[in-house]
C-alpha cells in the first residue's frame, strides 16, 4: 500500500542529508532575505552554488561569461530559480541512478517550453521555467519508493496524461498531485501549486500553459507519439504554427539547462 505519509517523511530525511540545500529552500521565500543572505549560504554547498553561477552564465538568461560572483548569479537566476535549484538537490532529482528513464530529458524539455511558452499566458518565464523543472518531482518520488513497480508503470503509458491516470489507480495520487503536496509542505507560492493541479482538466486556463509544455515535451522526447492538438490543450491559446520556433528553441537549450541543473 503506497504511504504519502511516509514518502513526504522521506524528503525531509533527503533534506537532513543536504543541510544546506534544505536551508535555502527554507529561507529563500522569506522577505527578510536578499541577495547578500542567500548567496552567502549558498556559498557553503559547493556544487550547488557552481551550478547557480552556471545557469546565470548561460545563453537562457543572456549574461554569458559576464556572471563572475554568486551574489550577482543569485541576482540574475532569482530567488524561485535558485530555491528550485536547492529543492532539485536536496531530494536527489540531480542524481539520474535514482530516477525514471528519460526524466531529465523530459523535465528540461518542459521546463524550456513553460518558459519559451510562458508570455503568452501572462505568465513570467522564469517562474514558468521553475514550475516545469519541478512538475516531475512526484514521479521521481513514486519511482524511489516503488523502483520496480513504478519502472513497469512507465513502460505500459509511455504518454504522461495517461500515465496519471494509471498513477492514481496505483498509488491514490497522481505525480503531479503529489508534486504540488511536497512543493506545499515546502511553502512554494499557491500560484505554483494551483497550477500542476489544474493539468489534466483541459477547460481549465490555470493548467493550460503546463499542458502544452507536457505536449512540447512529448513530442520531443516520446517515441510514435500521436500528437495531441495543441489548441484543444490550450483553451486556444496556441496554434499548431505557434508550436515551431517554441520547438525550435527547446532543442537549442535543452543540454545547456541540463548541464547547469546536474553540473555535467
Known sequence: MFDL?????????????????????????????SAKVLSGILASDVALASRVMK???????????????LQFAVTVVGFT?????ATVALTE????????????????????????????????????????????????????NDTDGYAELTAEHPDVTTRRTAELRRYGINSLRLT??????????????????????????????LRGAFEVAARLTTEDYDTVPIARLTCGQLREDDLVPVLDAVRAGADELRRAMLGD
Open 180 to 209: 504540488a503536496v511536497a512543493l506545499e509542505q515546502w511553502g512554494f507560492p499557491h500560484s505554483m501549486t494551483t497550477r500542476l493541479d489544474e493539468v489534466d482538466d483541459v477547460t481549465s486556463m490555470e493548467g493550460a500553459l
Open 81 to 85: 530559480t535558485v530555491r528550485t535549484m
Open 55 to 69: 545557469l546565470a552564465n548561460s545563453a537562457y538568461f543572456g549574461m554569458r561569461g559576464r556572471v563572475t560572483s
Open 5 to 33: 505519509e511516509k514518502v513526504l517523511s522521506s524528503i525531509d530525511t533527503m533534506a537532513a542529508q543536504r543541510p544546506v540545500a534544505a536551508q535555502i529552500v527554507s529561507v529563500a521565500n522569506s522577505d527578510d532575505t
Open 93 to 144: 532529482l540531480d542524481d539520474e541512478s535514482r530516477l525514471p528513464e528519460n526524466f531529465w530529458d523530459v523535465t528540461t524539455s518542459l521546463a524550456l517550453a513553460s518558459s519559451t511558452l510562458a508570455p503568452r499566458f501572462g505568465e513570467r518565464p522564469q517562474d514558468a521555467l521553475c514550475i516545469g523543472l519541478l512538475a516531475q518531482l512526484g514521479a521521481a518520488l513514486l519511482h524511489h
